[in-house]
């Protein structure tokens, strides 16, 4: 049996973003994020609500401050105390598992989408996606960048500006382009 774009999305594989069923599944998070991102913030509890229903899986005393963009949603986790500054991005056709006590600073950026460096590959309109794990008691710091297949360990801090292309360990404090580990904790 053939796997659906969705599937193959999911699998780290070639998919077609141009399937039906996943501009589906973008249009349908695009409507939650708009309505999201023009709550204020007295409606804590439509926010919590919204998110819900946009994510995967929420923890308790979560907030992201609007604005907010993500391509599906629902492939984000979330654990508990998540705070996330306001106008960060995370792209996820592939899955984000953020642990308890994460901090985002404004304008940090997750990627799990990516293109095939193959020109030839990359025009034919395929696109690629790969999963990021962040652990718990992280602090990400102002603009970074976390780039696909990154995995961040527990109780590490990443500077701003920081572009994470590689896996970086627990306990460090890790900045810079490329994103490297600076002192260990």
């Not at 994470?164 to 904790?185: E, Q, T, W, Y």
Request: proline content about 5%.
């Amino acid at each position: 049996m053939e796997k659906t774009e969705k599937q193959k999305m999911l699998a780290g594989e070639l998919y077609f973003a141009s399937d039906l069923e996943l501009i589906a599944e973008r249009n349908f998070a695009l409507r939650l994020q708009r309505m999201y991102n023009s709550t204020t913030e007295e409606q804590q509890e439509q926010q919590s609500q919204i998110l819900q229903e946009l994510f995967g899986k929420v923890g308790e005393n979560i907030k992201i401050l609007p604005p907010f963009h993500c391509d599906y949603g629902k492939n984000i986790y979330v654990g508990n105390g998540f705070f996330m500054n306001f106008g960060c991005v995370i792209l996820d056709p592939n899955t984000v598992h953020i642990g308890d006590n994460v901090l985002c600073a404004p304008y940090v950026q997750i990627y799990t989408a990516y293109h095939p460096t193959d020109p030839e590959i990359r025009l034919s309109g395929k696109e690629l996606a790969a999963p990021i794990r962040i652990g718990n008691n992280v602090w990400i710091g102002g603009g970074a960048i976390i780039c696909p297949s990154v995995t961040i360990g527990d109780n590490t801090t990443i500077g701003a500006g920081s572009v994470v292309v590689k896996d970086i360990p627990a306990n460090v404090v890790a900045a810079g382009n490329p994103c490297r580990v600076i002192r260990h904790l």
